[in-house]
């Protein structure tokens, strides 16, 4: 009897660690695009984020503080104007942007960059963004401010230097949710919009700051 008691014991082990090998295997080699009209868009608070995740929000700028296009300027160590390619990626728990350099303000960086969506979680229906930030859309242009990404799971990565505040849409998409009522909108929806989050304080200020890009692109 504890001899097949044992032989089933055993058996068990076995199928639970292939399902979980399968079940993480399997997520991994998901590709963005495979989830990009299904998963969910959802937003951790700034709050939270600040409690989290505290060395990072430290190498940030504090988006309360912004009130002029110069404090941006001054606090990010590259400023570029790109064009975010179709080739968008996960990596862990981030969303990588393929992204081509059409013009450098600010700082030395290679034609092609990667920069990191603002993610924290993908789980099994949803992608989790700090509150401010939202996907880059493919083939769209956008001015960014970066921060490089250190110990990155891709190379010649960077991060945003705020959260609210880190790219700008160049094209006259002004359309914003300052509002945003937690997965309401898959991935792919957000694309419609200028700016999401969940105060009007940063909706007001980012549309302010974008009128400001000339300061940067004469």
């Known amino acids: 009897m504890i001899k ?35 998963f969910k868009y959802t937003t951790m608070s700034n709050q939270d984020f600040l409690k989290l995740y505290p060395d990072t929000a430290k190498k940030m700028i504090n988006d309360q503080e912004v009130t002029s296009m110069a404090q941006l300027v001054d606090q990010s160590d590259y400023i570029l104007k790109v064009k975010n390619t179709s080739k968008k990626k996960i990596a862990g728990n ?14 030395k960086v290679k034609q092609t960059v990667n920069i990191y969506d603002m993610t924290y979680v993908i789980d099994q229906t949803s992608v989790g963004y700090i509150e401010g930030s939202k996907p880059l859309v493919p083939l769209r242009e956008y001015i960014v401010f970066l921060k490089k990404s250190k110990n990155a799971n891709v190379k010649n990565t960077y991060m945003f230097s705020s959260a609210h505040f880190g790219a700008f849409d160049v094209g006259d998409r002004n ?30 200020k980012y549309q302010s700051l974008k009128k400001q890009l000339d300061y940067i692109d004469k």
């Open 94 to 107: 981030g969303i990588v942007n393929e992204c081509e350099v059409l013009k450098t303000y600010k700082g």
């Open 175 to 204: 359309e914003s949710i300052n509002d945003y009522d937690n997965d309401s909108l898959t991935l792919k929806q957000t694309y419609s919009y200028d700016y999401i989050g969940c105060d009007d304080q940063f909706a007001e």
């Open 4 to 38: 097949y008691l044992r032989m089933f014991c055993l058996c068990c082990l076995v199928l639970f660690a292939g399902l979980g090998f399968y079940g993480k295997n399997k997520f991994h080699r998901i590709e963005y695009f495979d989830i990009e009209n299904n």
